[in-house]
C-alpha cells in the first residue's frame, strides 16, 4: 500500500494539470499516474533489497528512502530548457520525472545497492553519473542512475524511467545545505564561500572513507 504522504504526493501532482495540458487532462495524469507506480516499483525493490540485509547480515544499508514526482512547473521549465515544445511525448524525454533518493549508511553500501538493483532482469541501466568517482565541480557527490523499468496496468504493460540518486548519510547532509544555501541566494554564492564548501565536501568524503575503514575492521574482528 501506498503511505498517505505518497498518496499526498500523487494528489498533488494530478491536481496540478498545467493549462498547456488542460485539453489532455486525462491523460496527462495518466501519464503522472504511470510515474507514480514505476517510483513505487522501484522504491518497493531497493526495500526489499534492505529486508534481506537486515535478515542475511543483521544491518540496513538504507538509512532512508526518498521518493518525489517533478512538480509541474519544474517539468515546463526542463521541457523550455531541453528546446522541446509543451507536449506529452516530450515529457518522456524527461529521465527525471519519477525520483528516488536512497541514503545509505556506508560508503560501499552504494555500488552494493546499486549493482544489486540493475542487475534484476526488469531493469534496464539507461545511464550512469558518477559523482563520487568524479565529483562535481563544487563537491557535490552523488551516484546517479536513471533505470527504466516495466509497469503493469489493467491491460497494458509501459516501460518507465526512474532517476536513482543513491549517496551516503554524510553525502546527503551536505548536499541538503548547499542546495539550501544556493537557494536561498538564488545560485550566487561569494567564490570564497564556494570554496569553502567544496572543502566541506572534500573533508567529508574524507570522513566517509574513514567511517568505512572502521567498519571493516569491525567486521573482521567478527
Ligand atoms: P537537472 O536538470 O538538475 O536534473 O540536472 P541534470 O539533468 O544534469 O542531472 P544531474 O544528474 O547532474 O543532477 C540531477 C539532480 O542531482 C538534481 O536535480 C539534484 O537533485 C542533484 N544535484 C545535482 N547537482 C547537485 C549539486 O551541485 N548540489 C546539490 N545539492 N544537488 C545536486
Ligand atoms: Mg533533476
Not at 16 to 30: H, L, V
Request: charged residues 30%; hydrophobic residues 40%; glycine residues 2%.
Amino acid at each position: 500500500m501506498a503511505t498517505d504522504l505518497e498518496n499526498k504526493l500523487l494528489h498533488e501532482t494530478l491536481l496540478q494539470t498545467p493549462k498547456e495540458f488542460i485539453d489532455e487532462t486525462e491523460r496527462y495524469q495518466e501519464l503522472m499516474m504511470t510515474y507514480f507506480a514505476a517510483m513505487r516499483e522501484v522504491q518497493t525493490k531497493l526495500e526489499i533489497l534492505n529486508d534481506e540485509f537486515k535478515v542475511v547480515k543483521r544491518r540496513n544499508p538504507i538509512e532512508m528512502i526518498k521518493v518525489r514526482l517533478k512538480k509541474t512547473d519544474s517539468i515546463m521549465q526542463k521541457l523550455h530548457r531541453y528546446g522541446l515544445s509543451k507536449t506529452l511525448d516530450n515529457i518522456k524525454q524527461i529521465n527525471d520525472i519519477a525520483g528516488v533518493r536512497v541514503i545509505c549508511t556506508y560508503f560501499d553500501d552504494i555500488y552494493e545497492l546499486a549493482n544489486m538493483l540493475v542487475k534484476q532482469d526488469d531493469v534496464i541501466l539507461v545511464q550512469i553519473k558518477d559523482y563520487i568517482k568524479k565529483p562535481k565541480q563544487n563537491g557535490y557527490r552523488s551516484l546517479h542512475l536513471v533505470v527504466e523499468l516495466p509497469v503493469y496496468f489493467s491491460t497494458t504493460k509501459r516501460m518507465m524511467r526512474v532517476e536513482v540518486q543513491i549517496r551516503t548519510i554524510a553525502m546527503d547532509f551536505w548536499a541538503s545545505l548547499e542546495h539550501d544555501m544556493k537557494y536561498k541566494n538564488n545560485n550566487n554564492l561569494d567564490p570564497g564561500l564556494k570554496d569553502e564548501l567544496r572543502l566541506c565536501a572534500d573533508v567529508i568524503a574524507d570522513t566517509d572513507k574513514r567511517m568505512q575503514k572502521i567498519k571493516a575492521e569491525l567486521d573482521k574482528m567478527g
